[in-house]
């Protein structure tokens, strides 16, 4: 079954063409890697499947119903759930609050929301440091925080834009791992610059270039596409 | 008077409304476009203005074109520089921050303004005109179907009147000049568009700021100079220059200098022809209200098209 | 936050008894003081609501107050409702006024928030003083010492009055140490410190933040309505732009976003304004240096600096 799907979802800025008439389907259960060079229009592309950015034309339609109209945060309430390319928690709040606060929409009852944040935090391994001040978490571990805040929405899709941007390399073995986990229980649309990353986890890779759908396939065909070599070497 | 002659007196009260206005608004345009922060101790830098013209008039003395053009020059000059030094001392020490500098004014509008009280007293005071020559205006009338000139009784302005709109008006384009044409005015430009670039390419940003701020409340201080011949000294009289400024500022779009300087025009000219007909309280809530629908409804301001 | 609770409900609680036990013991001028911060501090937490919890910086809360005012002032004066119904008629106009204006407002952010409510305020003080027919403009009117006994309570007697300044503080106090520890209350501080990431967890931030809007414009419009009632005055000063500035004054020196911080605030300017009107008519002056001192060296106030350096887990 289709989760999510595009169609002619298209992005003007004063004229200049961000994302232009991108077709796009995404199955239920996939690990979907969304792949292109820098100012490919991927982040504008996933911010419009959300919410946070209105199309110039085009639907987005998410388990079988059209959602181009409705705002992110009802978006969000049908099982979307989007973490930041830019670290983005409440720095000030602990990060057991973080947590409960993404718990809150689907959980009722305090007891509830303390198990759900629990459960979140020991599968991304953050369970030692639930009474911390989120800001004071080292830069690695606020990824992690993200993607805990992700889990406990309990979302159907789960938008991960860059999460390995800026970690170290066992940070990015350890996140693998954690994708893989993840994938048994949501779809993932990942946006990824990670080339390993890409390859180790995804089911399927879609690259955008100039805001177009360049190509589609398995990562060892999309490895192997001339086109998608050129259009990398070309802006190395 | 008939409605023709009385609407050419409202115009002409009017265009002095909107010159003075114009230099008002402009300062504070000028601070929220190059430093993206809200001046509300704008008009209190006005009120500021006019006192030291009573001042250095009355310290001066001699003949009033004497003391007069000695406030055009050190009232301005005072003030920029305690503008630009509550600028060094307060507003760079919170990073420009703009929620933290409005506060901040805020406070700064009560200082200035007691401080006001304190030393200069609750009373109005006026300062006499350098020169105030009547004008009479000629009126064209029909009588048995000849036109025939005549001069209405009360038709007429002054020659000071008319002096402050020319003076007004050169100020201003001496700004638009700098502003355009002078390397200051590169690096102001500059500094509006991208900070961190300007940084980065070696403009003293901090030195720009302290600059920009000092000259439009020397700007807001020159108007209140030129206008105080015509109403009086008084410490509370920052308040209506204030909500003006801000009414011209908005709509004309935030930061927007020709926008500013059209919209002053037009709520100069409107204001005196309105409170011929309203009376001034309830123009004062249709133009609160007038404002905060625009910012609600169409942020960039009625003539600007750039977003704020 | 368990250990927290308790320590908290003990501070709070203690507050409440001192300022009971104050009622006793305090000279008859102090007393009156106190009885009008009582009032006042209720007013900054109205305040606090909005501005500490959920990060909107309004500058027309002064427009809040005086509905409430005035709901209950005209309500006596020209339906002749007696004081419990003007009460509640002062709440209603609180609760309707800023609902309208929150739902204006709340389209804007930031400075030109600021400026939207500075504008409605304004809009609504010199309303004020165009129908002066009604209201009696800047002059304001009084409430007769007979209209001012509720439930056969004369609120005019300044004992009745210090306690039940004392019962609205207590319960504005209470609710928001209630309020704060709500999902709702969470969901403010949230959208305060990551509006666009509250958004992207699925929370209506527009909905929040308008029911912010409508209960801190509500709590000040309580505060209005009783401060009318108790000190028997109705007039326009109370809806001028000095009484907005007011209630940021106090809560910023208090401490934004601390339970407590507004009592502190309010106290401490309170007696400050008072000492410096003694000496000068310039007593605004106090203020503006206060304003600038607190914005420069203390943004998180008194309250703030307290959680920062001794109890962690001050609310």
Known sequence: MTLLSTRGLTKRFDGLHAVEDVDFDLPEGQVRALIGPNGAGKTTFVGMLCGRITPSAGTVAFAGRDISHLPAHRRIGLGMAYTFQITSVFARLSVAENVALAARRKVRGALGVRRMVARSLARVGLEGQSGQIAGTLSYGHQRLLEIAMGLAQRPRLLILDEPTQGLSEAEITGFKALLRDLSASATILLIEHNMSVVMETADRVTVLDFGRILAEGSPAEIHADRAVQAAYLGTA | ????????????????????????????????????????????????????????????GGPPALGFA???????????????????????RIDYDPERTIVATI????????????????????????????LAIPWVTFAEGRPQLIWPWGLGTTSYKLAVIGAAAAVLAGVWLVMTRSRIGLLMRATQLDRDMALAFGIPVERIYALVFGLGAALAALAAVLIVPISQAHYLMGGDPLLLSFIVVIIGGLGSLPGTLVAAILIGLSDGIISVFFSPTLAKILATLLVALVLVFRPQGLFGLRAA | MS?????????????????????????????????????????????NILFGYTGLLSLGHALFFAAGMYGMGLAMRHAGLGPGPALAAGLAAGLAVSAAMGLLALRTAGVAFMIVTLMFAQAGYLALLYFGAWTRGDEGFVIQQAERILWGIDLSDPGNRYLAALALFAL?????????????????????????????????????????VILSGTVSAAAGAAYGLLFGYVGATFASVQYSIFPLLWVLLGGAGTVLG????????????DLSSGVTSAYMLVAGVVLVLVTLFAPQGLAGLLRARLWRWLP
């Open chain 2, 1 to 60: 008077m008939e409605f023709g002659p009385h609407l050419v007196l409202a115009t002409l009260e009017g265009a002095v409304t909107a010159a003075v206005l114009a230099l008002t608004a402009v300062g504070l345009s000028l601070v929220f476009g190059v430093m993206r922060v809200v001046n509300v101790a704008h008009g209190e830098f006005f009120m500021l203005g006019a006192v030291l013209a009573w001042w250095v008039t009355s310290l001066i």
């Open chain 3, 3 to 47: 250990g927290g609770g308790a320590r908290s409900l003990a501070l709070h609680g203690g507050v409440l008894a001192l300022l009971l036990a104050l009622h006793f013991v305090l000279p008859a001028y102090h007393h009156g003081n106190l009885a009008r911060i009582m009032v006042l501090a209720s007013y900054a937490i109205g305040y």
């Open chain 3, 262 to 273: 507004p009592l502190i605030g309010t106290l401490f300017m309170f007696y400050l304004i």
């Open chain 3, 172 to 212: 504005c106090l209470l609710a928001t140490l209630w309020l704060v520890e709500r999902p709702f209350g969470k969901v403010l501080v949230a959208i305060r410190e990551n509006e666009e990431r509250a958004r992207m967890l699925g929370y209506n931030v527009f909905a929040y933040k308008l029911g912010a």
């Open chain 2, 107 to 134: 406070g700064l509008l009560y200082i200035l303004q007691q401080v006001t009280l304190m030393t200069y007293g609750a009373d109005a005071r006026p300062v006499e005109p350098p020169f105030n020559t009547r």
């Open chain 2, 70 to 92: 000695a406030a055009l020059v050190v009232a301005p000059l005072l003030v920029g520089l305690l503008a630009a030094a509550a600028d060094m001392t307060v507003l760079k």
